[in-house]
């Protein structure tokens, strides 16, 4: 037995993909809920799109060239255009990441495609896949996996035909993209509609930012370690900020965007989940309802965000940047003339519950910022009875989401010397560095293979839906009907000046006299 100190034998021996993959294997096996022997087919309807091109049928291949998908998997597409298994395969091919030892595994996973032409409102065409289905090896008895990548508007006549016309022997589930609509009263006209054809468990609300590593890391990170447990409060803890930065801008797809907005396409959705899994008590155990269940009851102790706190912006040309950055928000032909749609948005949110009353949560994202970044950063209260004459800053925890996955937290240190001056430092976990040889799954990964397996931990239930809704409806209906107009800022710059003024309001004290920088060392391998 190695003593305090020493690794294990074996210990940070690189192992090889297929060794990584096998033990990943076994672990979905345990329990029974991966069902190796059971056909599966997995259909995605919208087939043709963005979405599927670029994220699905890519999401799939690795996990069946990884050996993670259950062994009789077949894949069925559904679309309106004309779509063929060599056309998937010319689509596809730049976002499939294939080596050319490949070829053999990818002819293999390309001979389980095939495709089925329909329209979204026919029922002729969902009784013609049902048939397709059940046409295929164990197709009476194989699990479905629905996956719609379709646009909202046709939600209601897809799963309508679903729910009469293509339901299997065995189980069927329904993954569903967000947006979960556009409002409040939206979102439960949807959520009303779906739990009238399925129940709860067969639905699955995807939004991707919970397939994440690190964000599933934050309920390890907060429950598995006493440390954080007597200072995650607000005796201890000043202010939240969570962040999500892009350093681009809508790049010709404006006129989706101007749909919805930066509050409804990131904050009321990505950013909230984030300040739920670090403001929420500890569940009574991993199981998928009791850890929502805290989340719920999270949100419910959050008012509705008001207009006087929340700084909300739009991005416009640089004239002193590269030619991408010269370019406005509005000047995207996609984007409608004069548009009031906000790219960049922070507002405070306040938990008004024992834990955390009093602590603000200052919510931060936008496009075409100063660089690329996801996290979650709180920020401590000063030490009491301050003996180094104001020159220690306040600690932090940073949980780095993306890009370099890190946990690292800021810290005084002695500054080396003969003197007795403290310096700012870190303690740092840096995932490239620590886990040099560890494949992380992309996040659609994780995310597909929970839903084969039935664990809805990571996906948005109805309750925890309406709650989201409920905060952000109001300042959504307020913007619109003033349509407020939101600050200029310049292309990558870090958004407005008033946005920091309100995070400084809110009581986060940007000191400016240290910059993280990763160890050197490689990206862990998506």
């Known amino acids: 037995m190695p003593g305090p100190g020493e690794e294990a034998p074996g210990a940070g021996a690189q192992l090889s993909r297929s060794q990584v993959c096998g033990m990943l294997r076994q672990e979905l096996s345990r329990d029974g809920a991966f069902l190796q022997g059971h056909p599966h087919v997995l259909v995605i309807l919208g087939a043709s799109g963005d979405l599927a091109r670029k994220k699905i049928y890519p999401t799939i291949w690795w996990l069946f060239r990884d050996g993670l998908l259950p062994d009789d998997t077949r894949v069925v597409g559904f679309a309106r255009s004309p779509l063929t298994v060599e056309l998937i395969r010319e689509q596809t091919m730049p976002y499939l990441k294939v080596t050319p030892e490949d070829g053999p595994c990818l002819e293999l996973f390309l001979s389980l495609q095939s495709f089925v032409r329909g329209q979204y409102g026919d029922e002729a065409s969902f009784r013609a896949l049902d048939a397709h289905l059940r046409a295929l090896p164990g197709g009476d008895r194989a699990h479905r996996l629905f996956y719609l990548a379709l646009p909202p508007s046709v939600y209601t006549p897809v799963t309508q035909h679903l729910r009469a016309l293509c339901m299997g022997q065995g189980w069927n589930r329904v993954i569903v993209e967000k947006p979960f609509g556009r409002d409040l009263g939206s979102s439960e006209e949807l959520s009303a509609h779906l739990s009238a054809l399925f129940r709860e468990e067969q639905i699955y609300r995807m939004d991707h930012y919970l397939g994440k590593e690190m964000v599933q890391s934050l309920m390890v990170l907060r429950f598995g370690n006493r440390i954080f447990g007597p200072i995650w409060n607000r005796d201890n803890v000043a202010c939240v900020v969570l ?39 500890k569940p009574a155990s991993t199981n998928p309802d009791d850890v929502r269940d805290e989340k719920v009851k999270v949100l419910k102790c959050i008012s509705p965000v008001e207009l006087q706190d929340v700084v909300l912006g739009q991005y416009v040309g640089n004239p002193e940047g590269p030619p991408e950055a010269q370019k406005g928000y509005l000047d995207d032909p996609t984007v409608p003339a004069g548009s009031t749609t906000p790219t960049f948005a922070t507002a405070v949110l306040r938990v008004a519950n024992e834990r955390w009353d009093g602590v603000p949560f200052v919510l931060r994202c936008g496009k075409a910022l100063n660089e690329r970044k996801a996290e979650v950063r709180l920020q401590f209260r000063e030490v009491p009875g301050d003996i180094f004459a104001r020159q220690c800053k306040r600690n932090e925890l940073v949980v780095r989401v993306q890009p370099r996955e890190a946990v690292y937290a800021k810290l005084n240190t002695k500054k080396p010397g003969m003197f007795l001056r403290p310096e700012e430092s870190e303690l740092d976990l840096t995932y490239g560095s620590r886990y040099k040889d560890v494949k992380l799954p992309d996040a659609y990964e994780r995310l597909l293979l929970d839903v084969i397996c039935g664990n809805q931990m990571h996906f948005v239930r109805s309750d925890e839906l309406r709650e989201a809704w409920r905060i952000f409806t109001p300042l959504l209906h307020q913007i619109e009907r003033r349509r407020e107009r939101p600050l200029p800022y310049p292309y990558g710059s870090r958004g407005p000046p008033e946005a920091d003024e309100l995070l400084r309001r809110a009581g986060f004290l940007y000191e400016g006299t240290y910059r993280w920088v990763p160890p050197p060392g490689p990206d862990p391998q998506p």
């Open 243 to 281: 962040t999500f930065k892009e350093p681009f801008g809508t790049e010709g797809r404006g006129g989706y965007f101007d749909d919805f907005g930066i509050i409804r396409d990131v904050m009321q959705n990505h950013l909230l989940q984030l300040l739920c899994l670090v403001a929420m008590e």
